[in-house]
T-cell receptor, first 112, second 112 residues
Framework: DAKTTQPPSMDCAEGRAANLPCNHSTISGNEYVYWYRQIHSQGPQYIIHGLKNNETNEMASLIITEDRKSSTLILPHATLRDTAVYYCIVSPAFQGAQKLVFGQGTRLTINP | DGGITQSPKYLFRKEGQNVTLSCEQNLNHDAMYWYRQDPGQGLRLIYYSQIVNDFQKGDIAEGYSVSREKKESFPLTVTSAQKNPTAFYLC???????????FGEGSRLTVL
C-alpha cells in the first residue's frame, strides 16, 4: 500500500507557483521523500528528493515540515508543459532495491 | 547517452500467448523494477531486483515472471496466466545510494 496521500487534482494559472502537498505521516527516520511526474503516456520523470532539509534544483523546490509528516513540491513559475500527474513516494535510500509503491498521484492542470 | 530502453513500444498479442518485454539499462544501476499502469490509475509494482540472479515479487506478481541474468537487463514475461494483461508496462532502475528512479518510455501491451 502507498504510504503517501495526495489530493487527486489541482489547477494552477500559468506563470504562478504551483504548490503540491503530500502527506506521509508514517514516514520512518531513514526514509526519503521523492517526487516524480508523468506526462500522458510517457514514463515518469524524477523531479527531486529530500530527507529533512528543504531542497531546490532546476526543476522545483521541496519543502519538508519539521516533523517530516508532510511535504510540498513547489514549481515556482508553472508553464503549460508542467501539466502532468505528480507522484510523491517515500523510500529508504541505502538498502538496495526497495518495494517502491506509488499512489494515485495529483493531476496538475496548468491553465493559460 | 545513458538511459533505459524498453521494447517494443507497442505490442499486440492473442489470448493464451506469452509475451516478453525487454528492459535494458546502461546506467550501471543495481536495482531494477517493473510496474504496471492501467488507464487513469497509478503505478503498481510487479517485480523488482537488487542484484543479478535475485528478484522479489511486488504487489501484483501473479501471471508474470522475470529474470536478472545480467546487471543491464531485466526482461518481463507476461504469461497466459495473467487474467488482464492489457496495460502500460514501465521499467525503472535506480543506483544503490539515495537516487531517484529512472524510467523507460514504457511498453503498451494489448491483448486481442
Amino acid at each position: 500500500d502507498a504510504k503517501t496521500t495526495q489530493p487527486p487534482s489541482m489547477d494552477c494559472a500559468e506563470g504562478r507557483a504551483a504548490n503540491l502537498p503530500c502527506n506521509h505521516s508514517t514516514i520512518s527516520g531513514n526514509e526519503y521523500v521523492y517526487w516524480y511526474r508523468q506526462i500522458h503516456s510517457q514514463g515518469p520523470q524524477y523531479i527531486i528528493h529530500g530527507l529533512k532539509n528543504n531542497e531546490t534544483n532546476e526543476m522545483a523546490s521541496l519543502i519538508i515540515t519539521e516533523d517530516r509528516k508532510s511535504s510540498t513540491l513547489i514549481l515556482p513559475h508553472a508553464t503549460l508543459r508542467d501539466t502532468a500527474v505528480y507522484y510523491c513516494i517515500v523510500s529508504p535510500a541505502f538498502q538496495g532495491a526497495q518495494k517502491l509503491v506509488f499512489g494515485q498521484g495529483t493531476r496538475l492542470t496548468i491553465n493559460p | 547517452d545513458g538511459g533505459i530502453t524498453q521494447s517494443p513500444k507497442y505490442l499486440f498479442r492473442k489470448e493464451g500467448q506469452n509475451v516478453t518485454l525487454s528492459c535494458e539499462q546502461n546506467l550501471n544501476h543495481d536495482a531494477m523494477y517493473w510496474y504496471r499502469q492501467d488507464p487513469g490509475q497509478g503505478l503498481r509494482l510487479i517485480y523488482y531486483s537488487q542484484i543479478v540472479n535475485d528478484f522479489q515479487k511486488g504487489d501484483i506478481a501473479e501471471g508474470y515472471s522475470v529474470s536478472r541474468e545480467k546487471k543491464e537487463s531485466f526482461p518481463l514475461t507476461v504469461t497466459s496466466a495473467q487474467k488482464n494483461p492489457t496495460a502500460f508496462y514501465l521499467c525503472a532502475s535506480r543506483r544503490e545510494s539515495a537516487g531517484g528512479l529512472f524510467f523507460g518510455e514504457g511498453s503498451r501491451l494489448t491483448v486481442l
